[in-house]
């Protein structure tokens, strides 16, 4: 899996970042969905998100993982402050660690275009996902400004193309999903339940 580029690890350590997520992303991306109970987060990065999920709800457990692990040091220094409610480990996103069923939220938040199988990843994202838990995430969609900055960096990404959100969501055993496009084409975010064993 391709790990971050130096602009993106940058930009994802930096100060702007996380007044940009506490601010504006995160009521985004969560669409009214408060997290309770234990959630898992994929490819988390600094862990400024899972940091700012787990400050405004006091009583979440997080585990959050990257595929980075100098990442994943950096993430655990950020989240030692909440002591036992958050756990970071090294993970694949498209082969976790976790029993099938762990979690009650699974968060997934630009993520998903580093994996070339980002598929894969959903898939799994489902699997650790327990019935009557909630999948939400926000990723880059396959634009112009999008494939001119990977581009620029030369990364190996495959971001999501228009119109291949809904028919993947839809073959997973996921119900009441919601995908819309934002800022300008730039971006996608999704909701979807996981279905009840009937």
């Known amino acids: 899996m391709p790990t971050m580029s130096r602009v993106e690890s940058a930009f994802c350590r930096s100060a702007p970042w996380r007044q940009f997520t506490r ?3 995160l009521p985004w991306v969560l669409q009214g969905v408060r997290p309770s109970g234990h959630a898992l987060e994929i490819g ?3 862990g400024a ?3 700012e999920i787990l400050s405004a709800n006091p009583d979440l457990r997080m585990t959050v993982t990257d595929y980075d692990e100098a990442i994943v040091a950096d993430a655990g220094r950020r989240l030692e402050r909440f ?3 958050a756990t970071v480990r090294q993970a694949d996103a ?5 029993n099938d069923g762990s979690f009650d939220v699974v968060l997934t938040f630009i993520m998903l275009h580093h994996k070339l199988r980002w598929e894969a990843a959903l898939a799994e994202a489902t699997r650790v996902l327990r019935p009557g838990g909630r999948l939400v995430g926000y990723d880059l969609v ?3 400004p999008m494939r001119m900055l990977q581009r620029v960096e030369g990364s190996e990404h495959r971001m999501i193309g228009w119109g291949e959100l809904n028919p993947v969501l839809d073959g997973l055993p996921l119900s009441d999903f919601r995908v819309r496009v934002g800022l300008g084409g730039v971006v996608v975010r999704f909701n979807a339940r996981r279905e009840r064993v009937r």
């Open 23 to 25: 601010r504006l992303v």
């Open 44 to 46: 988390a990065g600094s």
């Open 49 to 51: 998100m899972a940091a």
């Open 83 to 85: 002591d036992n409610r």
């Open 94 to 98: 498209v082969a976790l660690p976790f």
């Open 142 to 144: 396959a634009s112009w």
